[in-house]
């Protein structure tokens, strides 16, 4: 009953205010999902989950152990992925982030090398920024990883306690320096023991991502395995 007054609620909305699809901003989406049909065929999806040996797990070698990580699609400047993200981002279109979680975790549900993951846990934005903004877009790519993977999502494992500047523009270096220590693990013997799913929205050089394996690996037996939405070129 309820959901059935959700639908209808969510109906009369659409009728006022049109939902168009989080990439193109052109064509409507069918219901519960994010993208038109078009561009849900149309977007450049990596399929990096398929293959152990691709462009995250290479640029991360050697830095910290991982099982394995894949990217959803490929960050194209100019192109649809970017702005899928800037609306996911800084539109608000946080369902669009929710949605595409749900579908590709739920891919990744019948992969071996994802399968046996048993917890999600999202790069947190520093509190001021999620303030700010209203929303962590990570945690509700997360969120919905979870639900497609059918395992629980904790959204303040990590605490972010240093706001670091834009990484625009800065070297790899730099970057690394910028983001190092940035992070804490709030409640270790929550995670202890657990295969995490470390997940954000666009892998660049990966010292984000760095900055937060390193005190998440300082749990007791902990393994990593990572999800972002899209990778961008080095
Ligand atoms: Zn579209």
């Not at 946080?94 to 993951?117: D, N, P, S, T, W």
Request: glycine residues 6%.
């Amino acid at each position: 009953m309820l959901s059935h007054i959700r639908n209808v609620a969510d109906d009369l909305l659409n009728l006022l205010y049109p939902r168009l699809c989080a990439a193109c901003g052109i064509r409507h989406p069918s219901r519960d999902a994010a993208l038109c049909v078009t561009c849900q065929f149309d977007l450049p999806r990596t399929d990096y989950h398929l293959f152990h040996d691709n462009s995250i797990t290479r640029r991360l070698a050697g830095r910290f152990s991982l099982e394995t990580a894949t990217a959803m699609f490929y960050f194209v400047k100019d192109a649809s992925v970017q702005h899928l993200l800037h609306r996911v981002k800084y539109m608000g279109r946080k369902e669009a982030a929710l949605h595409l979680g749900r579908q590709y975790g739920r891919e990744l549900k019948e992969i071996a090398g994802y399968c046996k993951v048993q917890l999600v846990v999202p790069v947190p934005l520093h509190p001021s920024r999620e303030h700010q903004r209203g929303y962590n877009q990570s945690a509700w790519f997360a969120r919905g990883l979870a639900e497609g993977l059918d395992i629980p999502v904790r959204e303040r494992a990590l605490a972010r306690i240093r706001k670091t500047e834009t990484q625009t523009n800065k070297s790899r270096q730099e970057r690394l320096h910028n983001t190092e220590g940035a992070f804490v693990v709030r409640h270790p013997g929550l995670i202890k023991g657990q295969h995490l799913l470390l997940v954000d929205d666009v892998m660049t050089t990966g010292a984000t991502l760095e900055a937060c394996a390193i005190p998440l690996l300082q749990i007791q037996d902990v393994k990593l395995t990572i999800v972002t939405l899209a990778i961008a070129q080095d």
